[in-house]
């Protein structure tokens, strides 16, 4: 199967949280959303947007799970907002049992999971931040699975 890409550029993080909500109202159940960047490009800005477009409450604080490795919101299905940075191997990564929130109960926002990637479903958004100046960012979204061509195409025409 051919992948698809969508590029997007922000200038600012404000714009970066529109693109995830618009992102998040096209997410259901069992989607996996792999983000990738340097430190401070924007993934958990992102996220906070995945956040209010799946119905978690504006009020809830979407902060990064770097040292609780994953933080779970309740909306209108459970977020489970994964950071990997500091897991140094898969294996590892497995003994956590954090691959069981690939099961279907919820949505999946995973940063770093460009790590292993021979470990991750199939089906998974791949989106790539690169910093392109002090505010500004390009998102590059990839994948190659029916139902993420299915998520970029609407988001492409804007549903």
Known sequence: MKEKRLSYRTESPEE????GQKLGRLLTRGDLVVLA???GCGKTWFTKGIALGVGVSPREVVTSPSF???NEYAGDCRLFHMDVYRLETHGTFLDTGLDECFDGRGIT?????DK???ILPV???NVAFSILGE???ELL????????IEILTGLKSGI
């Open 16 to 19: 970066t949280v529109q693109l």
């Open 37 to 39: 960047g340097e430190l």
């Open 68 to 70: 609780a490795l994953m």
């Open 109 to 113: 926002v995973m940063e770093w999971g």
């Open 116 to 118: 292993w990637p021979e």
């Open 123 to 125: 089906c998974r958004l």
């Open 135 to 137: 505010q500004s960012r």
């Open 141 to 148: 979204l990839t994948g190659e699975h029916p139902r993420i």
